[in-house]
């Protein structure tokens, strides 16, 4: 009998000790457990967070806009780095201002050439009967008629010599029905002179150079179209193919 009871109290020992032991083991899984379930919980929430951070700064950002620096015209900027600040910050608090330096380069000053002017003595000496006109129309006595007149009229007797108003080449030697014989003369700069109602002849050829003084020809009454003039030498001045008044070339 009482060999009995202590095996029976043996076994009961050992099935009470075995029965700790499992519910210690399904205790320590049951945390494990959850534990891991918690730990992917928080970093899936992590995650999307970030994707959704993510998204909102990739469609809400708004477009930056360069802040232009208006300079003055006769000022060359050296090169400038853009400071380039969000719009809805440009009032903010919170950004500082940017210390930045500037250089300034003068714009290279640009040295003209001296304007080059040919000074023109009047070939002969004698009273201006009819001026310069290129934009108002003259009476022309001869055609009996208004028309532009591109030159003056220096009255003079016929044979009065005529002298060249400056340094330069002879270009042109001919006769005209209207002006009669004339003398093209090219100074350079872009002027040349031109003397018509010349004698028959004259005495000098194309290609020749003359100096200021130089006798050139007579006058003589060889114009057609200025005939009923008392008798004068017609004088021109061309600037750049244009024709001007002779007396602002005067010295």
């Given amino acids: 009998m009482k060999?009995?009871?202590l095996k029976t109290a043996k076994r009961e020992k050992n099935k009470k000790n075995g029965g700790g032991l499992f519910y210690t083991i399904l205790f320590v899984t049951?945390?494990?457990?959850?534990?891991?379930?918690?730990?992917?919980?928080?970093?899936?929430?992590?995650?999307?967070?970030l994707t959704k951070n993510a998204q909102q700064i990739a469609v809400g950002t708004p477009e930056l806009k360069p802040i232009k620096i208006e300079l003055p015209p006769d000022i060359a900027p050296a090169e400038i780095d853009e400071v380039v600040v969000a719009e809805e910050h440009w009032q903010s608090d919170d950004v500082l201002p940017v210390e930045e330096e500037i250089i300034y380069e003068e714009a290279e000053a640009v040295t003209a050439e001296p304007t080059q002017t040919t000074s023109i003595s009047c070939p002969v000496d004698g009273e201006i009967?009819?001026?310069?006109?290129?934009?108002?129309l003259v009476y022309s006595k001869t055609m009996e008629d208004w028309r532009l007149h591109k030159g003056i009229d220096i009255a003079v007797p016929i044979g009065t010599e005529v002298k060249a108003s400056a340094n330069g080449t002879v270009s042109e030697c001919y006769t005209d029905t209207a002006t009669g014989v004339t003398v093209i003369i090219d100074h350079g700069n872009g002027i040349m002179t031109?003397?018509?109602?010349?004698?028959?002849?004259?005495t000098?050829?194309?290609?020749?150079?003359?100096?200021?003084?130089?006798?050139?020809?007579?006058?003589?009454d060889t114009a057609e179209f200025e005939i009923a003039?008392?008798?004068h030498l017609h004088f021109?001045?061309?600037?750049?193919?244009?024709s001007v008044d002779p007396k602002s070339y005067f010295n």
């Avoid at 049951?30 to 967070?49: D, L, P, Q, R, W």
């Avoid at 009967?129 to 108002?136: F, L, M, N, R, V």
């Fill in 129 to 136: 009967i009819k001026p310069h006109s290129d934009t108002e």
């Fill in 229 to 231: 003039d008392e008798p």
């Fill in 30 to 49: 049951i945390v494990a457990v959850g534990t891991t379930a918690y730990v992917m919980h928080t970093k899936n929430m992590a995650v999307s967070e």
């Fill in 204 to 220: 000098v050829k194309a290609g020749e150079s003359v100096e200021s003084g130089t006798v050139i020809g007579v006058v003589g």
């Fill in 194 to 202: 031109r003397y018509s109602n010349l004698a028959s002849s004259s």
């Fill in 3 to 5: 060999r009995i009871i």
């Fill in 236 to 242: 021109e001045v061309i600037k750049d193919g244009k």
